[in-house]
């Protein structure tokens, strides 16, 4: 099992080599801007999205559109309760509870006691992959640059290893996918009982 942790989560050494480079190498005048990159991305901001999505499916009235706020209400429920599940399974220490004597900055208070996956990236993976078809290519290229971001915060601000929060995107995106179906019959289940109004 050490063998496997060691390439597969410690990338041999490089997860905690490029945790330490990133948060030694943001700047005081950064500090700000990972505060606020952070609370973009936590998973707080749901039941906001939510409404956001419920807003735009009646502004724009497409397929995506209307499917959107029920992908992301059971893709964030599922891979939610899979992020924190998998926190207490593997129970994978925070960088600050490993590292904090080296750190440049360690300066978020966690949400849980373990790091893995990272919550923060797995929220803003959902988000990413529920609103990827409602836009251009411009706008997709936006989603990535906010999602990588908000990875970025979570590693800089000593929260996460940058494994963590590549799981977190990966269990995010997947979630959202693989409950594409129950999505589906959700819309359908709700059009049908607003028809029947």
């Given at each position: 099992?050490?063998?496997?942790?060691?390439?597969?989560?410690?990338?041999?050494g490089l997860?905690?080599?490029?945790?330490?480079?990133?948060?030694?190498?943001?700047?005081?005048?950064w500090?700000?801007?990972?505060?606020?990159?952070?609370?973009l991305g936590?998973?707080?901001?749901?039941?906001?999205m939510?409404?956001?999505?419920?807003g735009?499916?009646?502004?724009?009235?497409?397929?995506?559109?209307?499917?959107a706020p029920?992908?992301?209400?059971?893709?964030?429920?599922?891979?939610?309760?899979?992020?924190?599940?998998?926190?207490?399974?593997?129970?994978?220490?925070?960088?600050?509870?490993?590292?904090?004597?080296?750190m440049?900055?360690?300066?978020?208070?966690p949400?849980?006691?373990y790091?893995?996956p990272?919550?923060?990236a797995?929220?803003?993976?959902?988000v990413?992959?529920?609103?990827?078809?409602?836009?251009?290519?411009?706008?997709?290229l936006?989603?990535?640059?906010v999602?990588?971001?908000?990875?970025?915060?979570?590693?800089?601000?000593g929260?996460?290893?940058?494994?963590?929060?590549?799981?977190?995107?990966?269990l995010?995106?997947?979630?959202?996918?693989?409950?594409?179906?129950?999505?589906?019959?959700?819309?359908r289940?709700?059009?049908?009982?607003l028809a029947?109004?």
């Open positions: 099992m050490g063998l496997l942790r060691h390439w597969v989560y410690d990338w041999g997860n905690t080599q490029l945790m330490l480079w990133i948060n030694r190498s943001m700047s005081a005048e500090r700000d801007v990972a505060r606020l990159l952070s609370a936590s998973y707080w901001g749901a039941p906001v939510g409404l956001l999505l419920l735009w499916r009646t502004v724009k009235r497409s397929e995506p559109t209307a499917l029920f992908c992301f209400g059971v893709g964030v429920l599922v891979a939610m309760l899979l992020a924190w599940t998998a926190k207490s399974a593997f129970a994978l220490p925070r960088p600050s509870d490993l590292y904090a004597n080296v440049a900055w360690v300066l978020v208070e949400d849980s006691l790091g893995f990272s919550g923060h797995v929220y803003i993976a959902v990413v992959t529920c609103l990827w078809s409602l836009g251009p290519w411009p706008f997709r936006l989603l990535l640059a999602a990588a971001a908000v990875g970025w915060s979570r590693v800089a601000l929260a996460h290893f940058p494994a963590d929060v590549v799981a977190g995107y990966l995010g995106g997947a979630c959202v996918t693989a409950t594409r179906g129950w999505a589906v019959s959700l819309k289940v709700a059009d049908e009982r029947t109004r």
